[in-house]
T-cell receptor
Framework: TQLLEQSPQFLSIQEGENLTVYCNSS?????LQWYRQEPGEGPVLLVT?????EVKKLKRLTFQFGDARKDSSLHITAAQPGDTGLYLC????????????FGQGTRLTINP | DAGVIQSPRHEVTEMGQEVTLRCKPI?????LFWYRQTMMRGLELLIY????????DSGMPEDRFSAKMPNASFSTLKIQPSEPRDSAVYFC?????????????FGEGSRLTVL
């Protein structure tokens, strides 16, 4: 069974600070996605990374896929209250696999 | 375009009762997934369908759970009999086939409370 572990589980910081969230596994994934979920809603896709070592930027968010495709990180620069939410990483096993395994999530709170 | 539609949004029932959750996927999507989310276990995949056919139901907790997809625009997840430990938010999600998995579109979830 492929498992994804996210850390930290909870993070509360002040507006303007930087932060990094980690997603780790002992398994190799063909692709990895990051979703954000707000209260009362379903998760929404932020990014998909496919190539080992790949870095993608989405405004103040930077996503990196590990060289071995077993881990990923999400870095937020100058966090804002609007970044508050549950961040979930999700991995797909073999190339072409349609099933996603989710990490337990990091609950992020940005205080004004 | 309408997203994934789930009903009911909230359900409160008593232990032993039957619960049916419903989902309408996005038109044109050929994969449908049922997930369950709790604080303790996070988002767990229960079952998924491809072109209305169940592909992997290894995440279904036990025989009390069953899921059907009679056509491309409708799926149900049934729990009979329900137990307090089934309390969770149940999400339906759909997607098109993608070589790199592709984007999963979630509904707003059905929050189930079993007393």
């Amino acid at each position: 069974t492929q498992l994804l572990e996210q850390s930290p589980q909870f993070l509360s910081i002040q507006e303007g600070e930087n932060l990094t969230v980690y997603c780790n596994s002992s398994s190799v994934f063909s692709s990895l996605q990051w979703y954000r979920q707000e209260p009362g809603e379903g998760p929404v896709l932020l990014v998909t990374v496919v190539t080992g070592g790949e870095v993608k930027k989405l405004k103040r968010l930077t996503f990196q896929f590990g060289d071995a495709r077993k881990d990923s990180s999400l870095h937020i620069t100058a966090a804002q209250p609007g970044d508050t939410g549950l961040y979930l990483c999700a991995g797909a096993g073999a190339m072409g696999a349609q099933k996603l395994v989710f990490g337990q999530g990091t609950r992020l709170t940005i205080n004004p | 375009d309408a997203g994934v539609i789930q009903s009911p949004r909230h359900e409160v029932t008593e232990m032993g009762q039957e619960v049916t959750l419903r989902c309408k996927p996005i038109s044109g999507h050929d994969y449908l997934f049922w997930y369950r989310q709790t604080m303790m276990r996070g988002l767990e995949l229960l079952i998924y369908f491809n072109n209305n056919v169940p592909i992997d139901d290894s995440g279904m907790p036990e025989d009390r759970f069953s899921a059907k997809m009679p056509n491309a625009s409708f799926s149900t997840l049934k729990i009979q009999p329900s137990e307090p430990r089934d309390s969770a938010v149940y999400f339906c999600a759909s997607k098109r086939y993608g070589v790199n998995t592709g984007e999963l579109f979630f509904g707003e979830g059905s929050r189930l409370t079993v007393l």
